[in-house]
């Protein structure tokens, strides 16, 4: 994969420091089971490109809003710099951003000013994460026109910057029921990621939303099932406890 020597952490003038991922259920702070999961689901994306070379391109998006989709992303995106992959993560909800609150970063400057300014801010407007190969780049300021935003040639080109960079970019979409952007927006990616929550996703709806995919051609990568109450199930549990038995009588002996 071609990259651009020119950069590094270096050209992320904002502090590191500046993303944490400090909510419970995000990286680092997983439990077992869900940190398994997402590893799992990290295994089974980089066997789709096997045979691929280059940056691979990631939509995750979901039928509505609060179904789990951003949550996926970042720990997708996580587990991907924990395998030893350089990341970036951008928010492409230009409507209703949600990294400020969840990575406690700035929401600007984002994706939407460097779009409106092309040649400005590629990557000093990232935001890297405790000094990893994982970056962020949030939505930026509020645009009047998203969507159109989103289908310009700026943001075409931006996606070819960035993969000149990066092994793996993973675009946070808005739901696809909710407006025309995700659909929009999959032309630039390798494949979408789809996320249902258990007791919310309606299957009707889920229908609907399948059917704009298709309309342009998105490539279903597959399903994340979330919330799924029975993910935890006595086994599972007994595994964990077992497995952190081994992990105290490891560090015992050294």
């Known amino acids: 994969m071609k990259t651009n020597q020119n950069f590094s952490r270096n050209d992320v003038k ?25 590893k799992s689901l990290r295994t089974n994306l980089m066997y789709s490109f096997a045979d691929y070379i280059g940056c691979r391109v990631i939509g995750i998006t979901s039928t509505e809003r609060f179904e789990g989709k951003t949550t996926t992303a970042i ?3 996580y587990s991907l710099m924990e395998s030893g992959k350089k990341v970036l993560l951008m928010e492409c909800d230009l409507r ?6 969840v990575l ?4 600007s400057p984002g994706l939407s000013n460097i779009l409106i300014n092309p040649v400005k801010n590629r990557l000093n407007a990232l935001i890297n ?3 990893t190969d994982l970056f962020f780049l949030p939505a930026g300021d509020t645009p009047p026109n ?5 289908s310009s040639n700026a943001m075409s080109e931006l996606i070819k910057f960035y993969s000149s960079v990066f092994e793996y970019i993973i675009l946070d979409l808005p739901p696809t029921l909710a407006v025309t952007d995700a659909p929009i927006v ?31 051609g998105a490539r279903i990568f597959g399903f994340v099932y979330n919330c799924n109450p029975r ?12 497995y952190l038995k081994q992990q105290i009588s490891k560090s015992k002996t050294k």
């Open 14 to 38: 904002k502090d590191p420091s500046a993303a944490q991922l400090s909510e419970y259920s995000i990286g680092k702070n997983l439990s077992f089971s869900a940190s398994e999961a997402y």
């Open 75 to 77: 720990n997708l995106a």
């Open 96 to 101: 209703l951003p949600s990294f400020s609150g």
């Open 104 to 107: 406690k970063i700035p929401s």
């Open 129 to 131: 994460y405790n000094g």
């Open 146 to 150: 998203p969507a159109e935003l989103l």
């Open 186 to 216: 999959s032309k630039y990616t390798n494949g979408i990621i789809y996320v249902v929550r258990h007791n919310v996703t309606d299957s009707l709806r889920l229908r609907d939303s399948m059917y704009r995919l298709s309309l342009v």
């Open 231 to 242: 993910s935890e199930n006595k086994y599972s549990k007994r595994y964990i406890k077992s």
